[in-house]
């Protein structure tokens, strides 16, 4: 069962008159009159991607309610760019995609960073588009708007080795959930080997959580190709080595690591594959190159469905993406809302109890109902979608 599965409530194309380009934005459903979902840009973006992309950020939302928690998880939505992020026109576009969205992200969609976009860039961008925040339809929702503002400059104000704790909390999330299936599988974290497609925000965050859990990350891809070094690699000298878009200066690569074609990691000898980089990375053809015994989707939909149904057949267990990387969504409204602090120790231990118990839970669900984990996640938003309609309403 997918949830939900009427149409979207608002579907919208815009087309910028600058370049020709077109921008999207999905609603998949408001709670209590506000969705939240993240703005991608890339090269090839499409509507149906975008609303794929926003029907499972209402499953990521629904996910994460907990009734004795402040945060109340919004509908879902999502927005998308067609344009190379590296394209010199990207910066005015985006801003133009803002005004143009102004409406309704003043009033029901609140918007951050997703592929392609760092969360500065669109803060500055909405600023220039005469925004006061990407998020500020959310701020009547609030109780104390002004203290929960500041909670969560303060919290995006935290470094960590310095790396910004907004990009480390859904690398943490990551993790947790290979580990949370590696203890359920009784796999010793050391001697796991690790593959990770895409080396920036997420991919990155993911590495380092892993590495210092334990497991030895054999390969990483960027988009200059594949890393690969059997015996491991140094992540934190890669990590330091990144570029803006995650690429590594191959200057820092060791004597004994490997460069590849672009696509080696898929067949990297691995115990464990993190798709953290784009959509639609694994089809129906180069499933068959894959060895791992874990998939766990870092990115928004980088299986496709097809392919998941090969590799459920073969054994290799796919953890879906609407658990697996919703750990920062989640993570901007518990410190909104105040459920946590500005806290790097705080939330990291809360995204891991969060994260753990979902995996749990979605595991402990498909062995009983004999299914994919996918089908379990939404099996278990299913059964919590008529809970939150009755307490907030869908349209409200």
């Known amino acids: 069962m997918t949830a939900p599965s009427t149409a979207p409530l608002i579907t919208l194309t815009w087309t910028d008159h600058v370049t020709g380009r077109p921008g999207f934005l999905v609603v998949d459903r408001l709670v209590r009159g506000v969705s939240s979902g993240g703005l991608r840009m890339r090269e090839g973006c499409t509507l149906d991607e975008v609303a794929g992309l926003a029907r499972g950020m209402t499953m990521k939302e629904a996910l994460h309610y907990n009734p004795e928690g402040r945060y109340i998880p919004l509908g879902g939505a999502k927005g998308g760019i067609d344009c190379d992020p590296q394209d010199p026109a990207a910066y005015g576009l985006l801003v133009r995609y803002l005004r143009a969205m102004r409406p309704y992200i003043e009033n029901f969609w609140t918007t951050g960073e997703d592929l392609g976009l760092s969360q500065d860039l669109v803060d500055r961008a909405a600023t220039e588009a005469g925004l006061v925040s990407s998020i500020q339809a959310v701020y009547p929702l609030l109780d104390d708007e002004k203290s929960a503002r500041s909670r969560l400059a303060d919290a995006f104000a935290v470094e960590v080795d310095g790396i910004g704790l907004d990009e480390l909390v859904g690398g943490c999330g990551v993790a947790e959930s290979v580990l949370a299936a590696l203890d359920r599988a009784g796999v010793s974290h050391p001697g796991t080997r690790v ?15 892993l590495a210092r859990a334990g497991l030895t990350v054999v390969a990483v891809a960027d988009i200059k190709g594949t890393i690969e070094n059997r015996d491991g690699l140094d992540v934190d000298a890669l990590l330091a080595a990144r570029d803006a878009y995650g690429t590594v200066d191959r200057a820092a690569l060791r004597p004994a690591d490997r460069e590849l074609p672009a696509d080696a990691w898929l067949s990297a000898d691995a115990d464990v594959l993190v798709p953290a980089a784009v959509s639609y990375a694994i089809d129906t053809t180069n499933q068959a190159r894959i060895t791992a015994r874990w998939i766990v989707e870092a990115a928004n939909m980088p299986v496709l469905a097809e392919a998941e149904d090969l590799l459920a057949a073969r054994g290799v267990l796919v953890l879906p993406d609407v658990v697996v990387n919703s750990g920062t969504n989640a993570w901007w409204w518990w410190t909104l809302f105040g459920d946590i602090g500005a806290d790097a120790d705080e939330a ?49």
């Open 195 to 209: 593959a990770v497609q895409g080396l920036g925000t997420m991919g990155g965050a993911t590495a380092r959580f």
């Open 348 to 396: 990291f231990a809360h995204t891991r109890r969060s994260m753990r118990g979902l995996i749990d839970r979605m595991l402990a669900r498909a062995e009983a109902d004999g299914t994919t984990p996918r089908a379990a996640a939404h099996a278990i938003v299913a059964d919590r979608l008529p809970v939150i309609a009755e307490r907030f309403g869908w349209y409200r």
